[in-house]
């Protein structure tokens, strides 16, 4: 039982550049959700899920993309990187609303 | 706009003293709030969840209290150890009110 797996631990990109960062979790959580962590700002929400097929935007989701095809992944995508999206993402699944967030390790990005 | 507010500013405690955090909310009343651990480089941590109608709840050293009326959360940790020492965040469960975010936490150095 790994719990909340995120890949990359480390990304650096040049702006412009795209990627995926991967979240999977093995404990069959509807709830899924993505976070950055920039210093002074605390966590803020990016997209999270409810379900296999259901998303929706939380307060920072200009840039980023996500898809939720399977209960156990849950990737988010950056589009067209830029410096300003440079922080650390956090992944987070939940069984239910009323129960605890598991967190990922986190992914440290830098774009350039 | 909805908000979740902590004290920025770190709290230094004693060995053996009590730690109390503050966790204020405001335009809006959730009907629970969670609180978090984090340490530098990890993902948060969950430590207790608290119901609107549960005015106190306790683990071991952890206590949390819910006062709707003053639409405020007190984290309260006894017997507080240099272990202890973290950020620790407040927020509504993810799957709950969505777009509200984390706070931005409060950073706790307990000094032997």
């Known amino acids: 039982n790994a719990g909340v797996t995120q890949t990359p631990k480390f990304q650096v990109l040049k702006t412009g550049q795209s990627m995926t960062l991967q979240c999977a979790q093995d404990?069959?959580?509807?709830?899924m959700s993505w976070y950055r962590q920039d210093p002074g700002m605390g966590l803020r929400l990016i997209h999270y899920?409810?379900?296999?097929?259901?998303?929706d935007q939380g307060e920072v989701p200009n840039g980023y993309n996500v898809s939720r095809s399977t209960t156990e992944d849950f990737p988010l995508r950056l589009l067209s990187a830029a410096p300003s999206q440079t922080s650390v993402y956090f992944c987070?699944?939940?069984?239910?609303?009323?129960?605890?967030?598991?967190f990922g390790q986190g992914t440290r990005l830098t774009v350039v | 706009s909805q908000k979740i507010e902590q004290n920025s500013e770190a709290l230094n405690i004693q060995e053996g003293k009590t730690a109390t955090l503050t966790c204020n909310y405001t335009n809006y009343s959730p009907a629970y709030l969670q609180w978090y651990r984090q340490d530098p480089g990890r993902g948060p941590v969950f430590l207790l969840l608290i119901r609107e109608n549960e005015k106190e709840k306790r683990k071991e050293r952890l206590k949390v209290t819910f006062d709707t009326t003053l639409k405020q959360s007190l984290f309260h940790i006894t017997a507080s150890q240099p272990a202890d020492s973290a950020t620790y965040l407040c927020a509504p469960p993810p799957g709950g009110y969505q777009k509200v975010t984390f706070g931005t936490g409060t950073k706790l150095q307990v000094i032997p």
């Open positions: 899920s409810v379900g296999a097929g259901i998303t």
């Open positions: 987070a699944s939940s069984y239910s609303k009323t129960t605890e967030a598991f």
């Open positions: 404990m069959n959580h509807e709830y």
